[in-house]
């Protein structure tokens, strides 16, 4: 599968989740919820930042991807803040709203201006060995905990080169 489309794919899958998370009604629902989102998440961000935004480093991409790492660490500030509470805490629900804010916002820009470009600057077959290497990397750290990386990445966001 095509990097992008993979991505696309990891979106779709994020924002049903977030659905779920809005819709359940006791707190351990909940939790395994944002559980799963923070675990995607972490994997997610991690296949895009160590794989696909070095591979499309070039040209007029370099700034869209220096501001997509950086909304990368603002939404892994919130992840680290949310790992330390409980969804009986009163703050648990509207940090959940602006994480979804913040993601929703990273994958209407990555998906409206920065596939179509990385699209226009790469060759199919490029972007399908990409999105194997991706899916394999994001397989693997889902077998553990990602989520439990998180805090340790809040610092500043990563270098692209």
Excluded: C, W
Excluded at 76 to 83: G, I, Q, S, T
Excluded at 86 to 95: A, H, M
Excluded at 124 to 150: A, K, S, V
């Amino acid at each position: 599968m095509e990097a992008t489309k993979l991505l696309s794919k990891q979106h779709d899958e994020v924002k049903e989740l977030f659905q779920r998370f809005e819709a359940a009604e006791d707190e351990s629902e909940k939790e395994e919820l944002f559980e799963q989102i923070a675990d995607d998440f972490a994997a997610h961000g991690e296949i895009e930042e160590k794989i696909f935004y070095p591979a499309v480093y070039v040209g007029e991409l370099k700034e869209k991807l220096q501001e997509a790492v950086e909304e990368h660490l603002a939404a892994k500030r919130v992840v680290a803040d949310l790992l330390e509470m409980e969804p009986s805490d009163e703050q648990f629900d509207p940090k959940m709203k602006v994480l979804k804010e913040l993601i929703e916002h990273h994958v209407e820009e990555e998906e409206g201006e920065l596939f179509p470009l990385v699209g226009q600057n790469f060759a199919r077959e490029e972007l399908e060995t990409l999105g194997e290497q991706m899916e394999q990397m994001f397989n693997q750290l889902q077998e553990d905990e990602p989520r439990e990386q998180i805090p340790a990445q809040t610092d500043h966001a990563p270098p692209l080169r």
